[in-house]
């Protein structure tokens, strides 16, 4: 596949190249599975994220709270 590819970069107009890439059933799936791939790791940084600020929030009201005591 990617020797295909070059090969057409070099013989043929990048806009035809781009386009076969494009409409090649080998570009959508791993395009898809890459793009499923970058999904689930934002989403579960995201709530890694979430997950640490609301402890952190925690841990300092509860510091506060001690505080007023």
Same mark, same amino acid.
């Given at each position: 596949?990617?020797?295909?590819? !070059?090969t057409? /970069?070099? =013989?043929? !107009?990048?806009?035809?190249? *781009?386009?076969? &890439?494009?409409?090649?059933? $080998? ?5 898809? *599975?890459? /793009?499923?791939?970058? /999904? &689930?790791?934002?989403? *579960?940084?995201?709530?890694? /994220?979430?997950s640490? =600020?609301a *402890? ?12 007023? $005591?």
């Open positions: 596949m990617l020797f295909d590819v !070059k057409r /970069l070099l =013989t043929h !107009k990048s806009s035809t190249v *781009i386009k076969d &890439i494009l409409s090649s059933q $080998y570009f959508a799936d791993s395009w898809m *599975i890459e /793009l499923q791939n970058r /999904l &689930i790791l934002f989403f *579960i940084r995201l709530r890694f /994220l979430w640490s =600020t *402890i952190l929030t925690e841990v300092q009201e509860n510091e506060k709270n001690k505080m007023e $005591y």
